[in-house]
């Protein structure tokens, strides 16, 4: 027969069990759909996490086979999307890349919003369960109090241990900060200077010039964008704002071409 000490702990596993599971669904600010969505989104975000480290690793064809895989659990995926788009202009497929960049931009809101939910529903439930471990620890006390047993006064204030256990657990997860997560609306600047990188080898230049423009709003200190814009002055034949933008760029740590340079003050030279 299980002794009294037993059915205590036992009974505190069902409860801590219990407690993790209605949790969850327990919240006045989520249904059950949207906690599948956020459940569908982190399933996705695990793949594209693999994807990404084969990105990295310069595995371009398992990272593409992961991406897609991510797609088809959230096709919403904007990072996915993105990177898809760098596989395929380093590929040459000038037009898919154009359509993935335009789809992770168009889908960045989206997700940006559900990784904000994530995030606000990860502390609404450790908050929650750390009031409903507070409430357990509040009861075992007043067992105790009422109990004059040893044996029975020594397994609760061992349970009361676990649970303030898990209580500093909880309260130090509660103090970690939390991943920075841009504003809705910031789309990354990276993603308009790949989209700037399409439509140049495309030689759609008014457009790419647009793109670049947008980048080095988001991010000033963005060297490539300022040196591919010299790029385009160049072609327009605007060699003094070329060699401003090379100078920019050069600045701001980006390598520039020595004969590039050349050229610019060549051809500014014969204007004056």
Do not use: W
């Amino acid at each position: 027969m299980m002794g009294r000490n037993t059915i205590i702990s036992l009974s505190l596993v069902v409860i801590i069990i219990f407690m993790g599971l209605t949790l969850i669904f327990g919240q006045e600010d989520y249904t059950r759909d949207e906690y599948l969505l956020l459940q569908r989104f982190k399933i996705a975000n695990s793949i594209f996490e693999k994807a990404q480290s084969y990105y990295l690793e310069g595995n371009y064809k398992k990272a593409e086979r992961e991406l897609k895989k991510c797609l088809e659990k959230m096709p919403e995926h904007a990072d996915a999307y993105f990177y898809l788009s760098h596989i395929s202009y380093k590929q040459e497929n000038l037009e898919l890349s154009l359509n993935q960049i335009i789809k992770a931009k168009e889908n960045y809101k989206y997700i940006t919003q559900l990784k904000l939910n994530r995030e606000q529903m990860h502390i609404i439930q450790i908050q929650d369960r750390k009031r409903e471990v507070q409430e357990i620890i509040d009861g075992l006390k007043q067992k105790l109090s009422r109990t004059t047993d040893q044996r029975e006064r020594s397994a609760i204030q061992a349970d009361i241990g676990r649970m303030e256990g898990m209580l500093t657990e909880l309260d130090s997860r509660l103090s970690r900060p939390m991943p920075t997560i841009q504003k809705e609306e910031e789309i990354p600047a990276d993603y308009f200077y790949l989209h700037g990188n399409i439509l140049f080898k495309l030689k759609r230049y008014k457009e790419a010039h647009e793109q670049y423009q947008k980048t080095i709003e988001l991010n000033p200190k963005h060297g490539n964008a300022y040196n591919n814009l010299a790029n385009l002055y160049y072609i327009e034949k605007e060699y003094q704002k070329a060699l401003d933008y090379l100078n920019l760029a050069e600045e701001n740590g980006t390598q520039i071409n020595p004969e590039f340079k050349k050229a610019i003050l060549k051809a500014l030279k014969k204007t004056l």
